[in-house]
């Protein structure tokens, strides 16, 4: 799950980027604002992603550990 929401958030940057570079030639600065908008959105979508993983390996590590101690 986490890796398709990396990818949208990757997506995002690079559309984001696009757009913005669009903007900066045409000298359409909304356009240049919503690519940047659009790339800073993206990189939130990944590390949330990634934050997502870290939070689900340290449970992962804690239910580990408690049903390790339970079987003593």
């Known amino acids: 799950m986490t890796n398709k929401e990396k990818l949208d958030g990757m997506k995002d940057q690079v559309t984001g980027k696009v757009q913005e570079t669009a ?4 000298g ?3 356009t ?3 690519g ?5 959105m993206g ?6 992603a990634e934050a997502k993983d ?3 390996e340290k449970t992962d590590e ?3 550990d408690v049903k390790e101690k339970m079987d003593k």
């Not at 940047?36 to 800073?40: I, L």
């Open 54 to 56: 870290k939070v689900a």
């Open 32 to 34: 240049e604002a919503k």
């Open 23 to 26: 903007g900066k030639v045409t």
């Open 36 to 40: 940047n908008a659009k790339g800073m």
């Open 62 to 64: 804690v239910i580990d």
């Open 43 to 48: 990189k939130a979508k990944e590390k949330l």
């Open 28 to 30: 359409d600065k909304e």
